[in-house]
Every structure is written in structure tokens, then in C-alpha cells.
């Protein structure tokens, strides 16, 4: 048989970690080539472009889907183990296929896909029948990119302050900021006091300073309007007219109210946004595939 499409992996995939214990992807990898009887020439099958197996990427999007649905839970890198909840679905005798459309039950899911609800999903959305080509390839380039967005805050929290310190440097000097990462990030680190984390030039010339202020918070926890208070504080300590907070968290409303209503120009980056600039600026991040799509130039053919 030909390698199974990444939702017929989903339902063995939770079946095989019902012991409740924790399972390694590469052990994964096998079984389901096994569950499935794929051949050598079949479990060696690759993407057009060469760099995966078929079936290490379909098995890898199953995970995820799981993963972000709450059915499985990573215990480290690559490491996977049953979450109470895909417990239920296991042993609900009326589940038996797990499905994109199944997993639209589940709020994080949702989230994930950037959907609402179960009804958006399935009256609302158009089916790949009805849209064109190119939609196709922006709605997945959107999953892609929001996979990879979630990848990069949970690697930021597992580095060190330090490094998230320099990482907010290079991002900034990779957005025109500072100059060079050397000039920038010379005050990195180093002041420590008053609420402030770092300065850095807001042009090559140092005409103006941005004062930063960067905490590895946990993705779901909020800043709210004390701690925005408290780095406004330390602005007006330095004398200083501008400032931006950054968080892998995200920012309350009453923080955002409160930033837009200061004299003082603080921008609030949450874990979305530093993402999006990191993604944006090649910070942290590597092109993976490119694809051009190209249309008929009607100038050229014009006699």
C-alpha cells in the first residue's frame, strides 16, 4: 500500500501510547511502518524535494496535531507520552478514527489552525474542492509558519536569560536597530538596575536610546499593568522617552491601555509578535523550501 495520508496516522498513533508510558518518535516511526505493513521502498519514499521521508513528515504533522489538541504531551524532544484526555478518546469504543475535523472539539486545536469554533470549520471554510490553488498554499503556509512559531518560544525557554538577552539584540539589530550587534549590545546585560535589561541605539549613531526590558515568561501567563508601570518608572529614571517590553508571554488589555496612554512611547512585544519579527528577519530561524509561483507575462508576448 502507499504511505498513509498524516490523518490515518493520528488514531494508531495515539493507540500505541495508551501504556501511559513515554515513547520516542524514532521507535514510533517503526511501528507505524509496521501498522501498516509499508514496505522498505515505501518507508523509504521521499518528499519531492529530497531532504524527508514521507513518512517521517506525515507521521511528524500527526504528532502535532495531537500535540496541539492536548491528547499527547512532549516530555522532551521527541519524546512523547499519552495526556489524560487522549486517554478518553482511546477508550471511548465509539472513536475510531481520529481526523482534522475530530480535533476541532478541542479549543487549542482551534487555536492552533486559527479557527473558532466546530461550525467555522466545517460550514464556513471552504473545502479544498472550492478553493483555488494558491489558497491552499497560504492556508498551510500558515500552519507551517504557526508550528514553527510555537517551536522557537519553546526554545527560547529552555536557553538562558542571557541568551534570550542577545537573541533580543541581534533581532533588533536585524530590524536597523543599533548598528551593529557589537555597538548594540554593549549595555546588554550590564546596567541590571532600576528595572532596566539593556539599552541600544536607536540609529547607527546613537542619537536617541531605546531602553529594553526582556522577561522569559512562561507562553501562557499575562504581563499586566504593574509591571508596565514599573519599567515606565525606570524610564523616568534614566530621563528617557522610549522603551520597549518584551515577553514571550502575552500583555493584559490593561497593559496595553495603560502603555497607549503614557506620555512616553513603550512598545509591548508579546510571544506572537517576537515570533512574527524573528520569523520575518531570519533571527533564529532557516528557509526550509522555497516555492515561486510565476503567471503568464502578457507584455512579453505583445509583437
Same mark, same amino acid.
Request: net charge negative; with cysteine; proline share 3%.
Given at each position: 500500500?502507499?504511505?498513509?495520508?498524516?490523518?490515518?496516522?493520528?488514531?494508531?498513533?495515539?493507540?500505541?501510547?495508551?501504556?501511559?508510558?513515554?515513547?520516542?518518535?524514532?521507535?514510533?516511526?517503526?511501528?507505524?511502518?509496521?501498522?501498516?505493513?509499508?514496505?522498505?521502498?515505501?518507508?523509504?519514499?521521499?518528499?519531492?524535494?529530497?531532504?524527508?521521508?514521507?513518512?517521517?513528515?506525515?507521521?511528524?504533522?500527526?504528532?502535532?496535531?495531537?500535540?496541539?489538541? #492536548?491528547?499527547? &504531551?512532549?516530555?522532551?524532544? !521527541?519524546?512523547?507520552?499519552?495526556?489524560? =484526555? /487522549?486517554?478518553?478518546? +482511546?477508550?471511548?469504543?465509539?472513536?475510531?478514527?481520529?481526523?482534522?475535523?475530530?480535533?476541532?472539539?478541542?479549543?487549542?486545536?482551534?487555536?492552533?489552525?486559527?479557527?473558532?469554533?466546530?461550525?467555522?470549520?466545517?460550514?464556513?471554510?471552504?473545502?479544498?474542492?472550492?478553493?483555488?490553488?494558491?489558497?491552499?498554499?497560504?492556508?498551510?503556509?500558515?500552519?507551517?509558519?504557526?508550528?514553527?512559531?510555537?517551536?522557537?518560544?519553546?526554545?527560547?525557554?529552555?536557553?538562558?536569560?542571557?541568551?534570550?538577552?542577545?537573541?533580543?539584540?541581534?533581532?533588533?539589530?536585524?530590524?536597523?536597530?543599533? #548598528?551593529?550587534? &557589537?555597538?548594540?549590545?554593549? !549595555?546588554?546585560?550590564?546596567?541590571?538596575? =532600576? /528595572?532596566?535589561?539593556? +539599552?541600544?541605539?536607536?540609529?547607527?549613531?546613537?542619537?536617541?536610546?531605546?531602553?529594553?526590558?526582556?522577561?522569559?515568561?512562561?507562553?501562557?501567563?499575562?504581563?499586566?499593568?504593574?509591571?508596565?508601570?514599573?519599567?515606565?518608572?525606570?524610564?523616568?529614571?534614566?530621563?528617557?522617552?522610549?522603551?520597549?517590553?518584551?515577553?514571550?508571554?502575552?500583555?493584559?488589555?490593561?497593559?496595553?491601555?495603560?502603555?497607549?496612554?503614557?506620555?512616553?512611547?513603550?512598545?509591548?512585544?508579546?510571544?506572537?509578535?517576537?515570533?512574527?519579527?524573528?520569523?520575518?528577519?531570519?533571527?533564529?530561524?532557516?528557509?526550509?523550501?522555497?516555492?515561486?509561483?510565476?503567471?503568464?507575462?502578457?507584455?512579453?508576448?505583445? =509583437?
Amino acid at each position: 500500500m502507499a504511505v498513509p495520508g498524516y490523518q490515518e496516522f493520528m488514531y494508531p498513533f495515539l493507540q500505541m501510547l495508551k501504556d501511559g508510558k513515554e515513547h520516542r518518535l524514532q521507535d514510533l516511526y517503526i511501528e507505524l511502518a509496521e501498522h501498516f505493513n509499508l514496505t522498505e521502498e515505501e518507508v523509504s519514499q521521499t518528499l519531492p524535494s529530497g531532504k524527508q521521508t514521507l513518512l517521517h513528515n506525515r507521521v511528524g504533522w500527526a504528532r502535532t496535531y495531537l500535540s496541539k489538541a #492536548g491528547l499527547i &504531551k512532549v516530555i522532551r524532544r !521527541a519524546v512523547f507520552c499519552i495526556t489524560e =484526555e /487522549g486517554m478518553n478518546v +482511546i477508550n471511548n469504543l465509539n472513536v475510531t478514527r481520529i481526523d482534522k475535523k475530530f480535533l476541532t472539539r478541542y479549543p487549542s486545536f482551534n487555536k492552533f489552525i486559527n479557527k473558532n469554533n466546530e461550525s467555522t470549520f466545517d460550514n464556513e471554510k471552504p473545502s479544498n474542492e472550492q478553493q483555488t490553488p494558491l489558497e491552499i498554499i497560504d492556508e498551510n503556509y500558515n500552519i507551517l509558519k504557526k508550528e514553527l512559531q510555537d517551536a522557537i518560544l519553546e526554545k527560547i525557554l529552555e536557553c538562558s536569560p542571557a541568551f534570550f538577552e542577545r537573541l533580543i539584540v541581534q533581532l533588533l539589530v536585524s530590524m536597523g536597530y543599533g #548598528g551593529s550587534v &557589537k555597538d548594540a549590545g554593549q !549595555a546588554i546585560g550590564r546596567t541590571g538596575d =532600576e /528595572g532596566i535589561d539593556g +539599552i541600544i541605539k536607536e540609529d547607527v549613531l546613537g542619537l536617541e536610546m531605546i531602553y529594553l526590558q526582556a522577561k522569559r515568561w512562561k507562553k501562557d501567563s499575562t504581563v499586566g499593568r504593574p509591571e508596565i508601570q514599573t519599567f515606565v518608572g525606570s524610564l523616568v529614571g534614566k530621563q528617557a522617552s522610549k522603551g520597549i517590553f518584551i515577553t514571550t508571554a502575552a500583555f493584559s488589555k490593561t497593559a496595553y491601555d495603560y502603555a497607549n496612554s503614557i506620555d512616553k512611547r513603550v512598545i509591548l512585544i508579546d510571544g506572537q509578535q517576537l515570533t512574527d519579527l524573528m520569523f520575518k528577519y531570519d533571527v533564529g530561524v532557516t528557509n526550509e523550501e522555497i516555492f515561486v509561483t510565476k503567471r503568464l507575462d502578457n507584455d512579453f508576448f505583445e =509583437e
